[in-house]
C-alpha cells in the first residue's frame, strides 16, 4: 500500500550521484541521508563518516570526489564549509559553518555525537587545539574563487539555526543564496 505521506521524486537525480558532507556531531547515518536517499531513490547518495580532524575529512572528501565524480555535492553545517572547499562541482551548501573554528567555541569540553558512527566513537573532546585545527582549515574558504566557481554553488540559509549565521558572509562571495524564514 502506498504511503500518501511518503515523497518521492524518482526521476530526480535519476542515475546520478550525490555527495552528502554531514554536520559536526553528525554521521552518515543522519536523517538527513535516509531522507535524500527516500525522496530520490534512483540517485546514487554516497555518504560517509567525516573525522574529526579537518586536514584527514578533506583527504576523505577528495578521494570520494575522486571516486565517485559526484554529480552535486551537498553539505550542512560543518558539511558545508568542506563542501565549499571542493571546487569543480555543483554544490549546495546548507546553513554552512564557513567559521567553523567560530561556532565550536562555544563547544569546549566534551561532546557527544548525535547519531552512530561506524567507528563506533560517540563522544569526541573538543579541545583548544582542535578549534584552531578548524579555524585554520576555514581560512580556505573562498580562497582563489573565479566566476565559473560562482555558478556552481547556491547556499541555503534559514533564519532558525540557534548556532550558524553566515549568510552575509556567504553572500560577499557568491550570487545564489536563498534565506527562508
Not at 56 to 70: H, V
Not at 94 to 123: I, Y
Not at 142 to 163: C, M, Q, S, Y
Request: proline residues 4%; aromatic residues 10%.
Amino acid at each position: 500500500m502506498e504511503n500518501p505521506y511518503l515523497k518521492q521524486y524518482p526521476d530526480l537525480m535519476a542515475n546520478k550521484t550525490i555527495l552528502y558532507v554531514h554536520g559536526f556531531l553528525s554521521s552518515a547515518q543522519s536523517g538527513t541521508v535516509q531522507l535524500l536517499r527516500t525522496f530520490m531513490p534512483q540517485a546514487h547518495i554516497v555518504a560517509e563518516d567525516i573525522p574529526i580532524h579537518p586536514a584527514e575529512a578533506m583527504a576523505l572528501l577528495q578521494r570520494l570526489c575522486q571516486e565517485y565524480t559526484p554529480d552535486l555535492i551537498i553539505g550542512s553545517s560543518m558539511g558545508g564549509m568542506y563542501t565549499e572547499m571542493l571546487r569543480g562541482y555543483d554544490r549546495i551548501l546548507v546553513n554552512p559553518a564557513l567559521r567553523m573554528g567560530d561556532t565550536m567555541s562555544s563547544m569546549m569540553g566534551k561532546q557527544t555525537f548525535q547519531n552512530v558512527r561506524q567507528d563506533g566513537v560517540q563522544e569526541l573532546m573538543v579541545t583548544k587545539g582542535l578549534i584552531k585545527e578548524y579555524k585554520d582549515i576555514s581560512t580556505q574558504c573562498f580562497e582563489g574563487l573565479t566566476a565559473e566557481d560562482n555558478r556552481h554553488v547556491w547556499g541555503l540559509f534559514g533564519d532558525k539555526d540557534p548556532i550558524v549565521h553566515t549568510f552575509d558572509l556567504f553572500s560577499e562571495h557568491y550570487s545564489q543564496a536563498i534565506h527562508f524564514h
